[in-house]
């Protein structure tokens, strides 16, 4: 989701137009997005980091400065003291991988000097780089991989279709996404037509109830070329459930 693009349409009274570029290489216009962050109340913000050096976090945030993200979050901060402000919640997110394991415990120590929740996630595809020191991991988390998590806990490992209640994904062109694994179609472009319009839609709707079993599978609906939802157990989703694990992920890593 393009956060920067959501922020500055709050200070801009004219609906941002198709095809308008934004000045990402304003030294200017970063500084004042990351200042918007905390003076328009974001309530949290997750950081994908998966490294504590540039050389391990490019592998899998390729074209990535590490750098550049420590000092946007410290620029945050420096504006978190200056409006006095807790908000937002700054959460730096691990998902480890067998690359960059080891760099686990400077990451968590970076992350506690600069004042931010930490949380570990398994990787979405367990094929990729998996972790080799799985009692590491276990001891951190719980458990070792997603099947082992799924042995102990009866559900999906994290299942990400529950975005689509509470934290529908925009890709940065303004398309509604609806969960981050999506790439195949979008539920309408909320540059164009709002957010709300495009949450209302009768396609994203369709699609909720699809993932609850309440509706049948239709072609039109990205969930039916994502593997995932063959492993879906309808009768398991609980978006509700899903969202108040997340949030105390979320609390218990700050
Ligand atoms: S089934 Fe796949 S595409 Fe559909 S919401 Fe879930 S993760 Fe996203």
């Not at 994908?48 to 074209?63: F, K, P």
Request: aromatic share 12%.
């Amino acid at each position: 989701m393009n956060i920067m693009q959501l922020i500055t349409r709050i200070e801009t009274p004219e609906p941002w137009s198709e095809g308008e570029k934004i000045p990402w290489n304003d030294p200017g216009f970063s500084e004042r997005m990351l200042e918007y962050l905390v003076k328009y109340k974001f309530k949290a913000i997750v950081v994908s980091v998966d490294g504590a050096t540039q050389e391990i976090y490019e592998i899998y945030r390729r074209g990535g400065h590490f750098n550049t993200v420590i000092q946007n979050i410290k620029k945050i901060n420096f504006y978190k003291q200056k409006y006095q402000r807790k908000f937002p919640i700054l959460v730096w997110q691990f998902v480890i991988f067998g690359h960059n394991e080891h760099e686990l415990p400077l990451a968590k120590k970076m992350a506690e000097e600069l004042n931010m929740g930490f949380v570990i996630r398994l990787n979405w595809s367990p094929s990729y780089s998996p972790v080799k020191n799985k009692e590491n991991v276990r001891r951190e988390i719980g458990y070792g991989s997603r099947k082992e998590y799924e042995r102990k806990f009866h559900r999906v490992y994290m299942p990400l279709c529950y975005q689509l209640w509470d934290s529908p994904q925009v890709n940065w062109d303004g398309k509604l996404l609806g969960c981050c694994v999506n790439r195949s179609s979008d539920f309408g472009n909320v540059f164009k037509s709002g957010l709300e319009k495009c949450l209302k839609s009768e396609k994203y709707v369709y699609a909720k109830k699809m993932l609850l079993g309440k509706e049948k599978p239709r072609k039109d609906i990205p969930c039916l070329s994502c593997a995932h939802y063959k492993r879906i157990n309808p009768q398991k989703m609980n978006p509700v459930r899903g969202y108040i694990l997340r949030l105390i992920d979320v609390v218990k890593s700050v």
